[in-house]
């Protein structure tokens, strides 16, 4: 399953451990939304939103990550250690999944919320599994 394996592999990255530390309770990365309950300085959300299977036996999975930050420089950084760990990388199998390649698709800029007080970026990436 490809949420487990991106889940755990930013909870393993130290510097994707750091800024979006939770403190004692782990780190601010959530499936799909942010839990109501959560107030912090910086969350990732991330979705699986396109899954496509070629020939001969490898699949392509789009997942986008969602960055919300109380500044527009985290919100930066977060994305650069994304690239870090994930743009033009071989990656390893982990429970399963043979993750062979991943690539940056897409990052964009989404602005500034009002209404949470949050600045808000998406970066999207394509995992190629085995």
Known sequence: ?????????ISQDETLQELLSAGSDGINLFPSVVPQSIEADSVVTFTL????DAFPAIQARSVQFNIFTKTHTAGATIAAALADLFNDNKLQT????????????????LGFNYDDKYYQREATYSFKIR
């Open 94 to 109: 982990q429970d399963g999944v043979k993750v062979v390649y991943s690539i940056r698709e897409s990052e964009s800029d």
């Open 49 to 52: 939103i396109v899954t496509t």
């Open 1 to 9: 399953m490809i949420e487990q394996f991106i889940y755990d592999s």
